[in-house]
């Protein structure tokens, strides 16, 4: 019986503890792959797991993490997507192959890896095949693990939804992980980014990844900055990934008919917003939660042909697990990874 | 030189004087028609523009109202869409004739009528042809008067925007104008309709003109009552009227991949509600300014075809009009219309 | 273990003899559900694949048809949809589920039941909860079987694809399962229907159905009455079911950017047409597949909202289905069932 | 009163005698724009329309060509869109702005620039506004003039209708105006382009603009060729300009749920093809009448921002127009413009 090493906790809370435990794995068994793990990327989303438990029923020892890149060791009986060595990459929400999104007004869909499933920090993990996305020939495990939430987020909200086509002009919020996808997922089809961001150097360097105009927050508000920047247009398409009453600076942004795809919770649980140009303006509003694995397949595909490249602000070897969380905090230029 | 008796103000404030003038018209040239008025709609907007302005630039003495239905008594010469003697309904954007809207990110569109242009409580209009509609064969002219706005709202939001089809279930807030379209335009295409309104005796009376559901908004949280009544599945369109941070209430009723479309401001211009449902659920969350005029003629169509008749809940004679606008403070069950 | 009575072929061809045998069941494990058979629709396809094969891999013994009714007698231990005493019906394409269909360019998808699948002409089955849907609360078993395909096929072109509204205007040929279907989905969405044949006495019934306007394909080109009937608007929808060169009559019935949903080849498998419609009016010409289960879901839901019945020609007992069969070939008004 | 120099025709027919007239000029008056013309485009359609007249109601003189770049001179006093100076366009169908498409089922749109409505090859025209757009400010103007039909149509089919994305594969045929537009702006939207072309050295050429894989028609099927090119997969979009039977190889070209663009007629004004693939895979056949002027300034919008270069194979001065269309008969690789 093989086992795998891995991080977990005991308990959710700010103080939880950390340790690498040990677990049996399960048998490759009916439609089962056997994954060996090679890097794991981190998400906010993981810290906030760990310390509030999202009011999710999580089971202990719970391995934190949802996003990850490995190679296929062993397969099922009934496997037929995969076989040994393929480079397969991890599915946020494993269920939802395709379509409308599961779970109902009552209860949304949370189960998801890394929350309500088990996380992925760990050597080894035998899932169902249907779990699983082949990986990009052109990305190394590292940058590949980044694609299940952070990649696909940005993938879903300008494209699946969004329908961006050459010539947009895509407003951005700040320089993490899923914002720098929505640069370079933008620029691969022709758009015009606008960045934001506090600071001169992330601006700097976004506008080197393809940036079309970088906006300074601190220098004056940033929407009139966009309004003079576009002879009053605006955007066609906003990532809001701030949060709170910040969805109002969208709703000022966003150009006629334009859209805003509401992703991040930085500063609050509560949106707001003025009616006057979102009645006005009539733009789409919508929600992102991560994709379905069909969006997922076609941003692989769409990685492969253009040779983008996801931005690694830094990379840690497994045992420093610790230290790349911390990091995480500090504001990263896009993503942290683990390697294994 | 023809002149037209009308209803005008001559500066907005709550203590405004409405008065009947009379203003000589302009020549019928070009593609102008002169079209004698038969019955104007009135909006609660109409009272916002008397009382407020609403920021716009009106010259005065200014024509309140945006909705009629009238004839076409003469046509310009360089006139091709009407001739005398066609029955004609007004356009609330008269420049929006099909696909995106106008206006920019810092300067949303506002030119409509009975605002930024001219209203229509005026015997008669000359304007360009553009600015018209067919009226439906259907409908006498009261009825007809109350589709420019309300009518076309609603259709906006469940039809040209919203897609909807027979089974989808229908949140619809209160039995004003709009809500009461949006229920009779939902029960034409096989919805399942749910009403919400603090009134019993309107609740009933939505029932008889087809709502499935009548939910009491005292008798408990009504987004409870939607979900028991549809086994927590929620709605797959929320018309959400109400306004301010009445969104949340939506948002915690819409189904999965639903769609809000924010129409009214009652209780509010700020809007907000929790970003939970938003980032879960992904619904579009959608303002609606009306419609464009392809839309209204699909809308005439509609009308036409299916026999549904506007609610006017009461008719008032021209000299009334200031008795018809108080009408609608009193929360009217469907619209309030001005007969010539 | 228990045993099964079902209709066999043990070879393809115009000869092919049709018996009554006798099969083991499997084991009701997994995610699998014994159904008992209540009733099975056919469809024109049926007789194909028991004549030719259509090319497919067919497994012999082979048990024809593809649409049934029935209720769940037993479910394995991993099954979550269903209980016992579920009224279900099947998929007509089990594996797909919603979204992108499957297969390839070079391999379209043709994994359906009773063809690549066994078929359900059969007293019981044993297969997984996935190939199910719910059946209609608002439907009898006979009614139910029919639609996995011919409902289903009408559904899909009309409202998953067509975003059918209020109004449109609808051509339907003939009044076969599909058309029928198709008239009484139009129907419940508001929309005006024409319906062409070459019978007087089934255009009356399509008439009694709630047709607006029968066309008489005896009584001069079709097309020129379709003209006259709407101004020379033509049809926003049309339903092609006749197939081969009759592409081009569709072509030139369809109205500007309206839509020819291809669904039948009863005159040809290649189809043609003039390239002057197609190119100045640029209609959306899209063949239909049937559809996938969400689709499916979406019509029982809409059927149990509006109340639609579907329209059965005449039911036979099990022992008649070679009787069922011949009927196929005289022209059904509507659908033939087989009730067990 | 100002004259034009104008290139023209007295009859149609294969015989039509070309020369150099001259015209007075309307009076810039009401909303009218006087241009100078810098470039015209010529298309296939404008040898169809000298030599035949293609049915429209032509008057004669006749000026031909539909396609022109120019600066405008003088404005009318109602003129708002432009000034004297700004660089324009011509558009193709002058009264189509946004939306649906104009005409019906009867009489579908032909009321075009240089078919209903008078060419452009002529020194000054005076023009409502509204027929004119910006040109590009990073094109000259006889790049500029490639814009209003080569241009447009392939936008109109990737990517107004395509809605293409980047990953997506693209078949295009040939190396004419509209096929080399189609696989620059696929480029510019991160899509893989397949091409083919019976020249070998026109291919290279291809490559050399960015196609992904040339596809020789000499060197067997290319149906197969991109089969094995896609390991089955297809194409998402195909640009099928040859005609005929032809689409019968686009059907089978075609990826699951794809979409054909019908746009050229070189080999016939019957289109066919095979029922099988046409229902089995579900594609969208779509013709492609150029598009509307939104789309128009959408593309204009999009060539400023990826700095797409339209492919001009030759250029010829306004007394070569002779010379120019023969060109046109010898297939060019990309567009022949007359510049003046």
Redesign the interface.
């Given at each position: 019986m093989q086992t795998t090493r891995q991080w977990q906790i005991d308990a959710v809370g700010p103080e939880r503890q950390l340790t690498i435990g040990e677990r049996t794995l399960e048998p490759v068994s009916g439609n089962r792959v056997l994954v060996r793990t090679e890097a794991v990327s981190l998400n906010f989303r993981d810290r906030l797991v760990m310390e509030s438990g999202m009011g999710l029923p999580l089971q202990f020892p719970f391995v934190p993490a949802s996003d990850m890149a490995g190679v296929v060791e062993a397969v099922g009986p009934e496997v037929s997507r995969f076989k040994p060595g393929d480079r397969v990459i991890s599915t946020f929400s494993p269920d939802w192959?395709?379509?409308?999104?599961?779970?109902?007004?009552?209860?949304?869909?949370?189960k998801t890896r890394g929350g309500f499933y088990p996380g992925v920090l760990s050597q080894y993990t035998v899932l169902s095949e249907e779990w699983y996305s082949r990986a990009p020939d052109t990305l190394d495990a590292a940058q590949a693990s980044t694609l299940p939430c952070a990649g696909l987020t940005a993938w879903f909200a300008l494209?699946e939804r969004g329908?961006?086509?050459?010539?947009d002009k895509v407003l951005v919020q700040g320089t993490g992980g899923v914002a720098l996808f929505g640069l370079q997922?933008a620029k691969?089809?022709?758009?015009?980014v606008f960045i934001t961001s506090g600071s001169a150097e992330k601006l700097e360097r976004a506008v080197a990844l393809g940036a079309d105009h970088a906006i300074n927050r601190h220098e004056g508000d940033w929407v009139e900055q966009?309004?003079q920047l576009?002879?009053?247009?605006?955007?066609d398409h906003v990532l809001e990934i701030v949060?709170?009453p910040h969805l109002g600076q969208a709703l000022?942004?966003?150009?006629?008919?334009?859209r805003i795809s509401?992703?991040g919770?930085f500063e609050?649980?509560?949106?707001?917003?003025?009616?006057?140009?979102?009645?006005?303006?009539?733009?789409?509003?919508?929600?992102?939660?991560v994709g379905?694995r069909?969006a997922l397949e076609?941003?692989v595909?769409?990685?492969?042909?253009?040779g983008l490249k996801p931005v690694i602000d830094k990379r840690y070897a497994f045992d420093k697990f610790p230290e790349a969380l911390d990091h995480l905090y500090r504001g990263p230029f896009g993503k942290v990874v683990v390697e294994f």
């Open positions: 192959i395709d379509g409308r999104g599961l779970g109902d007004a009552r209860t949304p869909p949370y494209i329908g961006l086509k050459a010539g997922i691969t089809h022709g758009a015009e966009l309004y576009t002879g009053g247009y605006g955007a949060g709170g000022k942004a966003v150009a006629i008919n334009g509401v992703i919770v609050g649980f509560e949106v707001s917003g003025p009616a006057g140009p979102l009645l006005l303006k009539a733009p789409v509003v919508q929600g992102i939660s379905h069909r076609d941003l595909r769409a990685i492969d042909q253009t």
